[in-house]
């Protein structure tokens, strides 16, 4: 018996093919960027209310080497890339899934032009890499509130105290 692969994997897309499938999708557009190492209720409550600010959501992840030069600790991120692809592009608010290599998602933002960019409520609008160029375009930058105190970190260190 073979196996063919989950339909949600074609949402994964290669930065450089990024642009061409972002066409496709309805505006306006909503961006949104993250390790997403280890997904917990906290994420996916953030990425529902993030889609829901607009007609479409465009998720960029940090590389494996992008995650480590971040200083989440020696073994971050526990996930790889691979895999931390496919299970943001089973979630249903996700449109598009593409990663990034450089240490800030700038490139990604330049490159589609969202209407909408979004960040967690640990970071000020006037933070947000990419805010000012967005807003120069006419687009809206929103910091939106945790409504759960979940965090990977968090949850790791509890795993190790076990």
């Known amino acids: 018996m073979s196996y063919v692969l989950p339909d949600y994997e074609q949402k994964i897309v290669a930065p450089e093919q990024l642009l061409a499938h972002a ?8 961006f949104t960027n993250g390790c997403f190492d280890i997904l917990h209720r ?15 959501l465009v998720v960029a992840l940090n590389t494996d080497a992008s995650v480590k030069r971040l200083g ?7 996930n790889p890339l691979e895999n931390r692809l496919a ?20 490139q990604r933002i330049l490159q589609l032009r969202p209407e909408v960019l979004v960040k967690g409520g640990d970071w000020v ?33 509890r795993i190790r105290q076990r």
Not at 72 to 78: E, N, V
Not at 93 to 99: K, P
């Open 23 to 30: 066409s496709r999708l309805a505006r306006p557009l909503v």
């Open 42 to 56: 906290g994420h996916t409550t953030y990425l529902a209310q993030a889609r829901a600010l607009g007609a479409a």
């Open 72 to 78: 989440k600790g020696d073994d971050r991120p526990i």
């Open 87 to 106: 299970v943001m592009a089973a979630l249903q608010a996700v449109d598009l899934v593409t990663w990034f290599d450089e240490d800030t998602p700038l």
């Open 125 to 157: 609008p006037e933070q947000i890499v990419g805010a000012s160029e967005v807003r120069g375009w006419g687009g809206q930058v929103h910091s939106i509130p945790f409504l759960y105190q979940t965090s990977t970190t968090a949850t790791l260190a």
